[in-house]
């Protein structure tokens, strides 16, 4: 079994600047590709970026530019530094992992609340 632990969410203003974290503990050889996703309320969880086990990564347009997701499969943990937040990136972040006969987004943390204020 796999768990995930995301934290570093909490309050920022427009145009600021945060950097999630998510833990991986447990059967860590079965992960493969990483992603965030972020759900608001009334609406679907949407995929925000991704990153291969060797690093290659893919995001959101809305979030293009302005997001880096990271992992250090030594600690096994996955990152996104989120920068010139924008209100509309207000949403609870989820941390997922593809895992074998998983796929990506099937498997989740307990998420974090990212809030940005104007």
């Known amino acids: 079994q796999v768990q995930l632990v995301e934290s570093g969410g909490g309050l920022v203003q427009a145009g600021g600047s945060l950097r999630l974290s998510c833990a991986a503990s447990g059967r860590i050889s079965s992960i493969n590709a990483m992603g965030w996703y972020r759900q608001t309320p009334g609406k679907k969880r949407e995929l925000v970026a991704t990153i291969t086990t060797d690093g290659s990564t893919d995001y959101a347009d809305s979030v293009k530019g302005r997001f880096t997701i990271s992992r250090d499969n030594a600690n096994n943990m996955l990152y996104l530094q989120m920068n010139s937040l924008k209100p509309e990136d207000t949403a609870v972040y989820y941390c997922?992992?593809?895992?074998?006969?998983?796929?990506?987004?099937?498997?989740w943390g307990q998420g974090t609340q990212v809030t940005v204020s104007s």
């Open positions: 997922s992992a593809q895992l074998a006969r998983v796929y990506l987004g099937d498997f």
